[in-house]
């Protein structure tokens, strides 16, 4: 699912912005390119230290959204930068082996945000 220049932009630092709706407004927390780790089977897991209203809008809609991009990979027709907007589901997980991969990785995380995929779009 992930395209090759999809992963290039994740070698490059970056914002990730992440998108949750419960019943109410939209919600956007950010993290860093580097943060995200693509499992075997294309999940994102994403550290989470606070993120508690995006947790709480996942309890009553598990749809999320994220963008992120880098400057530095050539997007369309040699454009300088491309971007993403990831669609799927999310949940955190709070124990696990793949909690505690991303814990030795990341020390500050409370939880981990895993994003099961939909779709992957580029739109640069």
């Keep these: 699912m992930f395209s090759e220049k999809f992963l290039d932009v994740l070698q490059k630092e970056g914002v990730v912005t992440i998108v949750s709706w419960g019943t109410g407004e939209p919600h956007v927390v950010n993290t860093w390119n580097s943060y995200l780790v693509i499992t075997s089977d294309e999940r994102i897991l994403i550290p989470a230290y606070a993120m508690r ?6 309890k009553q809609n598990n749809k999320i959204k994220l963008a992120l991009g880098s400057k530095e990979v050539l997007g369309y027709k040699d454009y300088q930068g491309t971007g993403f907007v990831v669609e799927g589901t999310a949940q955190f997980l709070e124990s696990g082996s793949e909690f505690d991969m991303m ?12 994003v099961t995929v939909s779709s992957a779009k580029q739109m640069l």
């Excluded at 209203?53 to 996942?58: A, D, F, G, V, W």
């Excluded at 814990?103 to 895993?114: D, G, Y």
């Design 103 to 114: 814990k030795e990785k990341f020390s500050f995380l409370t939880r981990v945000l895993e």
């Design 53 to 58: 209203k995006t947790e709480n809008n996942l």
